[in-house]
C-alpha cells in the first residue's frame, strides 16, 4: 500500500512590514498554515521588522533582502512603489515568485516583466481596489479599445504625492471636488505612485499595449476610495463603479486592495482556478 506524499509548505518572506505588510503576513500565518509559513521579514525600519517577526514566532527571522529572497519560496513586496522593481529583480536572480502590491513601482521597468517570463518566475499581481480585470485581462491582444480611470480619494489620502502641484494645507482646506492629476498611467505611477497601483495594474492587464488614461480626484468629506471604470472598443463597452473604505491603518490603500492580496495567495497554493 503505498504512502500519501507529504505536502511541502511553501517557504514565504515579507518585504515591508508596514500595514498591509503586517496584514497578509499574519493571513499567512492564520489562514494558510497547512501550504505554506512565514520564515522571514525584512524591513527599512529594522525595528519594525523586529516588531513584527516577534509577533509572528520564533520561527520568523529579521534578514535582508538577499538572504530573504534565498531561502523562501515565495516573496510578498508591500514596501513601496521604489522598492518594486529591486525586489522583483532579486527574485529574478533567485528564480523565486513574487507577489507585488506596488504595482505603479513596475512601469519604469518594463522590460523586468520580459525577464520574468524567460526565467521561470511567477510574478503575481493581485487586482487590488478594482473588481474588472477579467474583463480587461479578456482584451489583451485585441486592437482599438479604450480605458479610462477616474479615482476619487480622501484629500488626505494624497498628501506626500510627488506629483501633487497644491500645497497639502490648501488640499485639506477644499470643500468641493479637485482634479489634481489628469494623464496616463506610466505618468500616474510617477506623480502618485501610492495612489495608482490600480492604474498601473489595469495597464498591465492589457499586456501594455493600451494605456489607460487617468483622473485623480481629491475629495473632502469623505473615507471613501472610488474608482470608476470605462473601457470600449470593437468588442462592446463596460463599465464600474467600486466604492471602498481605506485601511483603517493607511488611508492611501484601500481595504479591498488588502483583501484581493489575500484571495491572490489563496490561489497561489489552490489547483482551482475561478475567473480569467
Known sequence: MSSIPEIKRARVGLVGCGAIGRSLACFVRDSLGPCAGMIAVCDAAETRA???????GASCEVLGLADLVARCDLVIEAASAAAAPVVLEECLRGAKDLLC???AGLLSRPELLNEV????????LPSGGLCALDGVKALAGQKDFQIALTTRKPARALV????????????????EETTVFEGNASEAAKAFPQNVN???TLYLATGGQTEPRVRIIAVPGTRE?????EVSGGFGRFSLEVGSFPSPENPKTSQIAILSAEACLREYFDTVRVGT
Open 50 to 56: 523586529r516588531e513584527l517577526a516577534g509577533a509572528l
Open 117 to 124: 517570463r524567460a526565467k521561470g518566475s511567477r510574478l503575481l
Open 101 to 103: 502590491l506596488s504595482s
Open 198 to 200: 490600480v492604474a498601473a
Open 160 to 175: 506626500g504625492a510627488p506629483g501633487l502641484k497644491i500645497a497639502p494645507e490648501k488640499l485639506l482646506e477644499i470643500s
Open 225 to 229: 476610495n472610488v474608482h470608476q471604470l
